[in-house]
Structure formats: C-alpha cells, structure tokens
C-alpha cells in the first residue's frame, strides 16, 4: 500500500510521540485527576445512560490544575531521545515538548474556551511552557530560552468557524472532554465491554466511571477508565491500565476543576522583547531535511524504507487485538544492520536496546517491548507492531510471513 511520503516521513519521525501524544495531550487539556478514597453515593446508571450523558454535554468552558503521569516502559534510550529534545525544532517547538510527554509525570495550567482558544501551561520547575491557540494562531512560548514557536491555525470542516474538528492544534491542545469520549467509545466496538464502575470523587466533584476492557485475549491494555462528572457529563479522568498491573500506563487529569469561562486575555499573547521567533512552515522544512539526512544511513535504508511508500502496510485482526504489518519491500532487515561495519554506532546501540530475539515459523527476528505498544522487527525487513503480547506478536508472523 503506497503512502503519501511527506505524511509518511511526519508518521516515522513522531512515531512514539503520537502513540503517546494521542492518548497524552488529548487527555491532559481536559480532564482533571486522581480520585479520592471511598466514591460518593449516586443514583444508579446503566453504561449506554453514562454514554449518552457524555454524548449530550455541552460544556466547552473550564480552566484548572491538571497532572499527567505516563509509565510506557520505554527503554532507557527512547526515554532520552523523547524528552532530551530528539524531535527537530527549538525549545519552543510544540513538537518537542509533546515528546516529553512519553515519559514521567507533568503539571499544567488549562483553559478552553470554545474550540478556538485553549491554553496550556507546563508547570515542571520554576521555567514555563506555554502552548496557546487563540483564533487563527497558535503560539509555543519557552521562558528558560525565551524562543516563541508561532503557526498559523488551519480552519475546521466548517470553513474556519470554529465548529470543526479538524484543527491542527488539536493534535497538541486536544479536543473537547466530549470528543476524547466519543472517540475512546467509537474506537471501542464489538470488540470491547463497556460497563459502569465503582463511583469517585475527582477535582471535588461527584463520578461515574465507565469502564472498558477488551473481550480479546493478547491485548497489552487491561482496562480504560473514564470518570465522568455526574453532574455536567464531563469526562474527569482517564486512566489506561496494563495487563502487567502496577500503575497506570496513563493517568490524568485535573487536581482542580472551574466550568466558568476564563477571560478572554486569558488567551491573549505577544512574543517578549527580544525573543526569538520561528515560524512553523520553517520547522517543516528543517524536518523534512533531518529525515532526509537519516534515510542516507548506511543500513536504515531498508528499515525507513517502508515508511517512505516504498512497501506496504497490512491491518491483521480487528480492535484491541490489531496488529499492522509493515514491509518494507527491500529485503533488508536487522540482520544486514548487525552486519554493516558502516552503520552509525548509534543504530546499533538502538538495535541492542530492543529486546529479547524470538523466531519461529517466520524466521528471527527481535521484539521491541513497551508496556503498550511491542513491536517485532524480522530478519528479513517485516516489522508487526500492535497494543498487544510479544506472544501475539509472533503467532501473527508465523500466519502472515
């Protein structure tokens, strides 16, 4: 299957990112955190009632505190990569501090007015980040280095009066509480049971929480619960939960919650004296040229390939249990990486990090592990990634090699 190459290259630079930034950023900007012990007594609800009071919510004003905690289980090297500023642009730039979020857990300021003003406030350490979409323009402003990122906004479906959900700051700022539901729940199916948990109370307001697990076996993901405000339907909390146990692979959410509008300066932003601007259209091009300059990797050429639409991709199963296979149609796999004697050291350094070798009917082969996402990178240049076991992994290369 023949991928456009510029949305491919954008695809492979932030792949991780977005697996993360997804589920992160999207959560973050709108629900509000940790529940307290012992849930209030509320009058009893089905699933499909809790799911129609999120569906008929209207709130799309709030400010608060919100907290972030991610464990993915990252390898040491990815870790530094995301948050040691491994994705191109400034300190500014959006794109990096996104990243960050993959691992550890992070304090913020949000408002939302409507789905053109939205304001983010990164409150790790005595410096600030601030991500502000106000109207046409989105701004990134770093006060350690004093950089501004600054883009444009791209109107909506409905021609750029806000009503859409096609904004490109959503990918930073997020959509609105309804819309994260919505698409947990669309995404869920036939595939997944949706039930009504036990109550909490988040933020001091009074939940429901709507659970959903997979009815498939291999799946990494145990649970996502959602707690919904009992009173305005609001989600208040997310939480994705491993079959590993432990803590969550996500959890977020607002430590304080106010459904008043925020004022409109709230919003209001013009880069400090002396700061250094860049605009978005230059960060693209810086890197689309980064990616060019690692295509040219002796022996990555055969791994990038595929994410260049080179090779195909192919869907294997359905819902939580879905795996994609990748190919990069140039016969190059890990193998020919151990062999090289000119690959970069740190290409290798990257392939000793992924894990554990495996084979089977398909061949050899090594599995990269994560508590969500594991990935198996064969010999021969197939990568199946997937939410889902090492084991599951390797029954799906065996079926499909």
Request: glycine share 12%; proline share 4%; aromatic share 4%.
């Amino acid at each position: 299957m023949a991928a456009n190459t510029k949305t491919s290259r954008k695809v492979a630079r932030y792949a991780v990112p977005v697996a993360v930034a997804g589920v992160a950023a999207a959560t973050v900007a709108m629900v509000p955190a940790f529940a307290n012990a012992g849930g209030p007594d509320l009058p009893k609800v089905t699933a499909q009632q809790l799911i129609e009071k999120v569906a008929a919510s209207d709130v799309q004003e709030l400010s608060g505190t919100a907290r972030l905690s991610t464990d993915l289980g990252l390898p040491t090297i990815a870790t530094g990569l995301l948050g040691g500023g491994g994705v191109a642009g400034g300190s500014a730039d959006p794109e990096d501090k996104v990243a960050q979020l993959a691992s550890g857990t992070h304090t913020f300021r949000v408002a939302a007015d409507g789905p053109d003003r939205q304001k983010l406030t990164f409150l790790d350490g005595k410096d600030e980040y601030s991500l502000i979409h106000n109207g046409a323009d989105v701004w990134g402003y770093d006060s350690k280095s004093n950089e501004v990122f600054h883009e444009k906004a791209e109107p909506g479906r409905d021609g750029g009066k806000g009503e859409g959900k096609d904004h490109k700051t959503g990918d930073r700022l997020a959509a609105s509480p309804q819309q994260l539901a919505e698409d947990l729940l669309k995404a869920a199916g036939p595939t997944t049971d949706v039930s009504v948990g036990d109550t909490a109370q988040v933020a001091g307001r009074d939940a429901y929480q709507l659970v959903l697990k997979p009815k498939q076996s291999g799946s990494t993901i145990a649970s996502v619960q959602i707690a919904v405000d009992a009173r305005n339907g609001v989600p208040l909390r997310v939480q994705v939960l491993s079959t590993q146990g432990g803590k969550p692979i996500v959890d977020a959410g607002f430590t304080k919650v106010d459904f008043a509008k925020p004022s409109a300066d709230t919003f209001a932003f013009t880069p400090p004296k002396g700061a250094k601007v860049t605009e978005g259209a230059a960060e693209s091009a810086r890197g689309e040229k980064e990616f060019k300059a690692l295509e040219s990797f002796p022996g990555l050429e055969g791994l990038i390939g595929g994410a260049n639409g080179k090779g195909d991709v192919k869907v294997l199963g359905e819902g939580w249990a879905t795996i994609a296979r990748i190919d990069s149609g140039q016969g190059k796999g890990l193998k020919d990486l151990e062999n090289d004697k000119n690959a970069p050291k740190e290409a290798k350094q990257f392939l000793d990090s992924l894990g554990d070798k495996v084979s089977g009917k398909f061949g050899e082969g090594r599995v990269f592990s994560t508590r969500v996402v594991n990935a198996l990178i064969t010999d021969d240049g197939k990568v199946y990634v997937g939410a889902v076991t090492k084991d599951a992994l390797v029954k799906a290369a065996d079926a499909n090699k």
